[in-house]
């Protein structure tokens, strides 16, 4: 199986719906330990997913997904819009011109986010940050069949794990650090945001037809 243009297109989107149907949720949790607002920043990269889709026409899918970094990264409202403008970025680094990925190329491009991150982040596993949720998807993408479904589902499957296990870790990192143990029992919303975008990715191929 090879991911087309039309495929990207249908998993950018089912990302943002999902994000979209949980930004409540997002600033609620934010709201406890930090500015209450990561699920009103995450919906404006939704709007702002759904709107470059809709604008997409000749451009490359390397191209695509550069700008919609970019793009991500003028969003205000403190850090998620350059957190995410860097993810996303990255993800288009290994890419070509071509309009075609494979498995491999998609293990690379997720490896390629979470370089990406390293370079500006010191947050790692056990910190409780959306790091917690990327690099184990990372390394679930990098380990499973060369088969583009085995990538996203191990991805999102170890997505959801991490997200999982940042309930039982107190926050290192933003303003949730200054709450400490306090912050045991409650997932981290950064977390949480990127285990959906990686459920919409695998439910833009499996499901594409699905409303978030």
Do not use: C
């Amino acid at each position: 199986m090879l991911l087309t243009k039309d495929s990207i297109s249908s998993m950018f989107r089912s990302v943002a719906l999902l994000w979209q149907n949980n930004t409540a949720r997002l600033s609620e949790i934010d709201s406890l330990f930090g500015d209450g607002d990561h699920g009103v920043t995450v919906g404006k990269m939704a709007a702002l997913t759904l709107s470059r889709l809709e604008e997409w026409r000749d451009a490359s899918v390397k191209e695509f997904i550069e700008n919609l970094g970019s793009g991500f990264m003028e969003i205000s409202g403190g850090s998620a819009g350059p957190l995410y403008g860097t993810l996303t970025e990255g993800l288009a680094e290994p890419l070509s011109e071509g309009s075609e990925i494979d498995a491999a190329t998609l293990k690379a491009m997720f490896a390629g986010s979470r370089d990406a991150l390293f370079e500006i982040t010191k947050a790692r596993v056990g910190d409780k940050t959306m790091m917690d949720v990327l690099i184990p998807a990372v390394e679930a993408a990098r380990d499973a069949p060369d088969d583009v479904l085995s990538v996203l589902r191990a991805a999102a499957s170890a997505a959801a794990r991490g997200l999982g296990d940042t309930e039982n870790m107190a926050a290192k990192f933003g303003r949730a650090r200054s709450y400490g143990e306090k912050t045991l029992g409650t997932p981290d919303a950064g977390a949480m945001s990127t285990a959906l975008l990686f459920e919409g990715l695998l439910r833009g191929v499996e499901a594409p037809d699905a409303r978030g």
